[in-house]
């Protein structure tokens, strides 16, 4: 089974300033998702990346295979962006397509 | 239509009651799941259903039971609840089984149960 690690747990930002959250898995996988999760609310896909970098507005998500490490980054953060982002990857004990969650980072961005 | 909705948002329930969760999507997706998540906890799997077939079945207590009559459809029937299972169940659909596809997730039906 894979492990996923998040870090930091928790972040707390001025408006404006240049987020970075980091995840790192233990298992060699195909692809790795990168979800957010508003409060009280349901989870939201913003990226599946199996190499290199994407870029979404504000949010880029990169990718080293090798080093089984992923970062999704925030570039000039703002409020609305408070949120627990989640990374996940497919869990390869089956062939189901389910996916094993980070912990989680809940991000706070002050005004 | 690239979405999952799940109905109701939200469902208080007592011990005793019977009641029902429904996932829905039109997206031709063929593997679809039931996760739980706890308060400030990462969601985990309860079951997937690949093709309308039930594939997985995490250990789930059989007061929870799932169900897929179509491929655009997921019920979870609830019975004799416990208050430990308050929770948000989230419902998620694919393209299928395996690890390339990206997975799209509904709102989440928020469960409290006295």
């Known amino acids: 089974k894979n492990e996923v690690e998040q870090s930091p747990q928790n972040l707390t930002a001025q408006e404006g300033e240049f987020i970075t959250i980091n995840c790192s898995y233990s298992v060699g996988i195909s692809a790795l998702h990168w979800l957010q999760q508003h409060p009280g609310g349901g989870i939201v896909s913003l990226f599946m990346?199996?190499?290199g970098k994407k870029k979404h507005g504000r949010l880029i998500a990169t990718i080293n295979i090798q080093e089984k490490h992923s970062s999704l980054h925030i570039t000039a953060s703002h409020p609305r962006d408070s949120a627990v982002y989640i990374c996940a990857v497919p869990n390869y004990g089956g062939s189901q397509g389910n996916l094993i969650f980070g912990k989680g980072t809940k991000l706070s961005v002050k005004p | 239509d690239t979405e999952v909705t799940q109905t109701p948002k939200h469902l208080v329930m007592g011990m005793t009651n019977k009641k029902s969760l429904k996932c829905e999507q039109h997206?031709?997706?063929?593997?679809m799941y039931w996760y739980k998540q706890k308060a400030k906890k990462p969601p985990e799997l309860m079951f997937v259903?690949?093709?309308?077939?039930?594939?997985i079945n995490e250990s789930v207590p059989s007061r929870f039971s799932p169900e897929c009559p179509n491929s655009s459809l997921l019920n979870l029937h609830l019975h004799a609840l416990q208050p430990e299972d308050s929770a948000l169940y989230l419902c998620a659909s694919k393209t299928s089984g395996g690890s390339g596809n990206e997975q799209f997730f509904g709102p989440g039906t928020r469960l409290t149960v006295l």
């Open positions: 997206m031709g997706h063929r593997a």
């Open positions: 259903y690949s093709y309308e077939k039930l594939s």
């Open positions: 990346l199996s190499s």
